[in-house]
């Protein structure tokens, strides 16, 4: 071999080898990033969770609280929760839209929550205020209510 080759290889080598290392770190470095994106997504989708289950306390105390006194102040936390919870879930499935699946648990969400002001939280309003005592006490202890909201946080939990 001559001696031109000889240092045209041994000057080559070590370039491949810069290059080679190169490559593999920004390989290493952009998986980094991905995986710190995602960390910080997860976070933000659990914590915007979490908001909702807050709401949701917050609508049951503002209705527990008018159901068992009929004072129309009580109403003023269920009222502003309904209109955050409309906002919160609309921000959650935004942050969640890459994933249908998750997209899906949300939508049932809503379903529920649906079925809860319907059946549940107008109904007790209703009874109160058409002074239907008994109606209101007989639709709380049938538990429905409770039961569609708790498998609200059931299903809340799973999204989590």
């Given at each position: ?14 370039i ?19 995986s ?9 989708v659990?914590?915007e ?11 049951e ?28 879930i ?9 994933n249908?699946?998750?997209?899906e ?12 002001f ?18 209101a ?10 039961k569609l909201?708790?498998s ?6 799973d999204?989590?």
């Open positions: 071999m001559s001696l031109r080759k000889k240092i045209f290889l041994y000057s080559i080598i070590p491949l080898i810069i290059l080679s290392s190169t490559i593999i770190s920004n390989s290493y470095i952009q998986d980094s990033q991905d710190s994106y995602w960390v910080e997504h997860t976070h933000k659990i914590s969770a979490y908001e909702l289950q807050g709401i949701i306390v917050d609508l105390t503002g209705l527990r609280g008018y159901v068992i006194t009929g004072v129309d102040e009580f109403l003023e936390p269920f009222n502003s929760a309904k209109l955050r919870w409309e906002k919160e609309q921000v959650l499935k935004n942050t969640v839209s890459d249908p699946r998750q997209v648990k949300l939508s049932k969400i809503e379903d529920i929550i649906a079925q809860w319907k059946s549940a939280a107008y109904p007790e309003i209703t009874a109160i205020q058409t002074g239907n005592f008994d109606s006490k007989s639709l709380v202890i049938k538990k429905s209510g409770k909201i708790d609200i946080r059931g299903l809340l939990n999204f989590m």
